[in-house]
Each structure stands twice: as structure tokens, then as C-alpha cells.
């Protein structure tokens, strides 16, 4: 994004802190490629003025989430994920949309190696019911920084199986000190149809102010979940878009180091799932 001067960016409305609040949060992950600041840092704007808000509303194109919490048994968009992520650009505060999932493809950035993340009898269900189900905390695992404010994931509009959230916490930047930082997720979980292979997606817009005349950084990565069918493996591949002409190699660099604490924290919160199951205790003994 440009420098701007005068204009409130997302992570500068004081709202976001109260708003958050008032929701549950019993649930992202931090794209933070940049060094910690040293002890001269300048200090940072009040917290009030380094938030954003943290309600969502819908862009242009797309309906509104609803206050109602991730479904404790997955539905399933019935389409491809483009379809499903086509419902719902923009999160509220965001001066920049979620780029769509052909945006990857066509400006590719490999964040990774395709890897194993489950085996049967795990199915992409209970991949999504481990990270992003209600009482799931792989979301606050991920949001490393300072003061971590972790949204709730709410439904869009009365689309199922397609999720959005809303992370911000500080970051200690360089020169520059402590610095909002925004995390938006949107979700799907898709198949074209009832037997059709199962696709789970979920998409990362990070967004770091650093105030003028920087402006705001931006990066976006997708990580895809897909099982080619019933008893096969999930695997997962990763994506990622910098969307800021500045820093670009670090910026990549940075989303890479991202994308393995994502693949760490997926097996971590994957690992009681697949773990095997003790043998039933044997009968009592006759007589």
C-alpha cells in the first residue's frame, strides 16, 4: 500500500479492542519476518489508536458474517473453493481484499515442499474441526506477537462450511517500535459434490502499519488441504502473494519461516487425532 498522511488504516481505530471484547474468544498465525526491535526503539503510539476493528462486514460483493460460531460438525460448500471465497472479498478496516485463490497461481510463490499432514482415518473434517472447530485455540497458537486479540471465526451470511476471523496483536519493529499488526483468516471447506473430493482452504491477509510515510505491508499466503479420496492422506501446500513493492525477498523469506510454524502447530494440534487408540480392556475372568 502507498504512504498515506491523515488517513486511519486498519490498526489505528480504537474500536477494535472493545469490540473484540465483547465476543468470545476461544479460538492465527503471524507472518513476523522482521528482526525484533533493540532496546532504543522508539516507543509505540498508544494502544488505543493501534487497533482495528474487529466486526465484519461484507465487501461489495459479498454477505455479511454472522455472530454465530464455527459448526460443530463442518458443512461443506458445494463448489470449488474459488466459488466459496468469491462470497467474501473484504473483512472490515482492510483497504486491501483477500487476493482470490487463481491470483496464487498466476503469480506463484511457493511457500514449501507439499507434505503429509494426516493419515486415514483422518479425513479434511477432522483436519477442520482440530484448527478451526469451537473449541479448537490453533488460531491463538499461531499469534505470537504482543497483547494477541483472537477474533472469533464467524460464518458469511448463510454460505456453509465458509469461515472469517480477525487476529491483531504488536509487533516490535526496528526503528520504528511497536506497531499494530492485522491478521484476517477466511475458510472453506468445498466439494463439488456429495462424492466429490473434499478441499479445505484457508487463507491468511496480514497486514503490519508502519505508519507514514511507509504505509501499510501486506502479505497474503493460502494453504491448501486435500485428500484425492477417501483413505488417502491430507496433504498440504502453501502459497503466498507480497503485496508491497518494498522488501520484497524478505517479505518471501518471511512467509516461508511462517509457513513452517503453520506445519509445526498443524501437527502439533493434528497429533491427539491421529494418535492410536488403547485396546478395549479384556473381560473379567470367569469364576
Do not use: N, Y
Not at 494477541?148 to 504488536?170: I, M, N
Request: aromatic share 4%; charged share 20%; with cysteine.
Amino acid at each position: 500500500a502507498a504512504g498515506r498522511s491523515g488517513r486511519q488504516g486498519p490498526g489505528e481505530d480504537p474500536a477494535l479492542r472493545a469490540s473484540l471484547a465483547e465476543g468470545p474468544a476461544p479460538l492465527l498465525r503471524l507472518s513476523d519476518f522482521l528482526e525484533p526491535a533493540g532496546p532504543d526503539a522508539p516507543p509505540a503510539p498508544a494502544a488505543s489508536e493501534d487497533r482495528a476493528s474487529g466486526s465484519a462486514t461484507s465487501g461489495s460483493e459479498g454477505a455479511s458474517p454472522q455472530k454465530d460460531p464455527a459448526p460443530r460438525t463442518p458443512d461443506v460448500f458445494c463448489g470449488s473453493l474459488e466459488e466459496a471465497f468469491r462470497s467474501h472479498a473484504h473483512f472490515a478496516g482492510g483497504q486491501v481484499p483477500f487476493a482470490a485463490p487463481s491470483d496464487f497461481s498466476v503469480k506463484e510463490l511457493c511457500l514449501g515442499d507439499e507434505v503429509q499432514v494426516a493419515l486415514p482415518p483422518l479425513t479434511l473434517e477432522t483436519v477442520f474441526q482440530a484448527l478451526l472447530g469451537p473449541a479448537s485455540d490453533f488460531r491463538a497458537r499461531l499469534a505470537d506477537g504482543e497483547e494477541p486479540v483472537v477474533g472469533p471465526l464467524e460464518r458469511v451470511g448463510d454460505l456453509p462450511g465458509v469461515l472469517v476471523g480477525r487476529t491483531v496483536q504488536t509487533l516490535r519493529i526496528p526503528v520504528r517500535g511497536r506497531r499494530p499488526f492485522v491478521e484476517d483468516v477466511r475458510a472453506a471447506l468445498c466439494g463439488a459434490s456429495a462424492s466429490a473430493p473434499r478441499e479445505l482452504g484457508v487463507q491468511l491477509r496480514g497486514t503490519l502499519s508502519l505508519g507514514w510515510p511507509v504505509g501499510d505491508f501486506t502479505t497474503q499466503s493460502l494453504h491448501l488441504f486435500q485428500q484425492a479420496a477417501p483413505g488417502c492422506p491430507v496433504m498440504l501446500r502453501s502459497l503466498g502473494l507480497v503485496q508491497t513493492p518494498m522488501a520484497q525477498q524478505q517479505a518471501a523469506e518471511g512467509l516461508r519461516d511462517s509457513r513452517r510454524r503453520f506445519v509445526a502447530a498443524v501437527s502439533e494440534f493434528l497429533a491427539p487425532a491421529k494418535a492410536p487408540q488403547p485396546p478395549p480392556p479384556l473381560p473379567p475372568a470367569a469364576g
